[in-house]
């Protein structure tokens, strides 16, 4: 190739950008100017809230970190609270580097970029892989990351105090927003049959999971619940293969 | 005095830093250094993306069964009534998220309205 790498990731990272103009970006805006009500009426400071959204960039630890803060909890009660709700963040981004990196790109890239991992832009990018070339793919992922953070600390910083004013209805239709659009951009961008599998498993298991125990609840799920997706796609897909052979 | 002040205005953003920050990005420090470990084709990327799957939706099914704020006040029916005919509009609708947000957004509204909540 005579292109350098440099103008080749170009374009992807300003289409990754463009991404900013999609229902999953708009959707997340509004959950963040849910956060934003949330933050004012838990007498969270203005700039405490904006520095919030930017270095920590997942609305569920935010969420979690202000009501251990609400609670009066510790240091070390907040952050054991904020890492339990973090975790999910790992098999997320585990999921995501091998299909993004290609042979060349350093691990102190990835590490950075790992940042703008949260829901919304890990299902935003797997559900449009398969339209990015591998070469273009960290650039893509990180135009659309960096820009959804920037443009979300601004969120922040225009709507705060301003949202307090809403009609509490217009913030439950805001915050609903969230559970629908994961569900069906999920669906929608699922590749295998196990993602399927571990979607039904997970909606089923979440709940009861929690009803145990709320605090670990989750990561039960979550691990439990994908491993029995995993070996049922397993057995399905051997299933196929036994079949095709005869 | 003064650097009691500083002390003041700083520990908050410190306390964020550590409790929110550094114990949220961790795990994303890790995430990577297990994704690069894993290839492409690999049944481990099989299964942790089950794993991540299944996370996901388990935060989804919390967020509509145990919802915190305004939406706590609404009956939990409702909630998934307008979710499961959301996702239902979604599928007939040819896989259109957009179809299965508003009208889950409908029900619910067209639910809190009725009910005067």
């Known amino acids: 190739m005579s292109t350098q790498p440099s103008f080749r990731q170009r374009p992807w990272f300003l289409l990754g950008m463009r991404g900013i103009f999609s229902i999953p970006a708009l959707v997340l805006t509004s959950a963040v100017v849910g956060f934003c009500g949330f933050a004012y009426e838990a007498g969270i400071s203005y700039g405490q809230a904006v520095f919030m959204m930017g270095i920590i960039w997942a609305l569920p630890a935010q969420f979690v970190l202000i009501g251990a803060i609400l609670a009066g909890a510790s240091l070390p009660a907040a952050a054991l609270a904020v890492t339990l709700s973090s975790m999910r963040l790992m098999p997320m981004v585990a999921a995501l580097v091998p299909e993004i990196r290609t042979k060349s790109t350093p691990t102190w890239v990835l590490l950075v970029v790992s940042h703008f991992v949260a829901v919304t832009s890990w299902v935003f990018t797997m559900e449009r892989l398969d339209r990015v070339p591998r070469e273009g793919r960290v650039a893509f992922f990180t135009g659309f990351g960096l820009t959804l953070t920037t443009v979300n600390i601004v969120v922040v910083s225009v709507s705060y105090g301003v949202i307090s004013h809403l009609p509490a209805m217009i913030g439950g239709a805001l915050f609903f927003l969230t559970p629908i659009y994961f569900l069906t951009s999920i669906w929608a961008s699922a590749r295998g049959l196990e993602v399927y599998l571990a979607m039904v498993i997970g909606l089923v298991l979440g709940p009861a999971f929690h009803m145990a125990d709320e605090e670990l609840g989750l990561l039960y799920a979550g691990i439990i619940g994908g491993t029995l997706a995993f070996f049922l796609e397993r057995l399905i897909a051997a299933r196929r293969r036994a079949k095709s052979a005869v | ?117």
């Open chain 2, 1 to 117: 005095m003064q650097s009691d002040g500083m002390m003041e205005t700083l520990w908050p953003y410190l306390f964020i830093a550590i409790a929110g920050w550094l114990a949220t990005d961790i795990w994303r420090w890790l995430g990577v250094l297990l994704g690069n470990r894993i290839s492409e084709d690999s049944v481990w990327l099989i299964w942790v993306r089950s794993v991540a799957t299944a996370l996901v939706a388990a935060v989804v099914a919390r967020l509509i069964l145990f919802p915190t704020g305004v939406l706590e006040a609404t009956p939990v029916s409702l909630r998934i009534a307008a979710v499961a005919t959301g996702f239902v509009v979604f599928l007939i609708a040819r896989q259109k998220i957009f179809a299965g947000i508003l009208t889950a957004e409908a029900v619910l509204l067209g639910g809190i309205y009725l009910m005067q909540i």
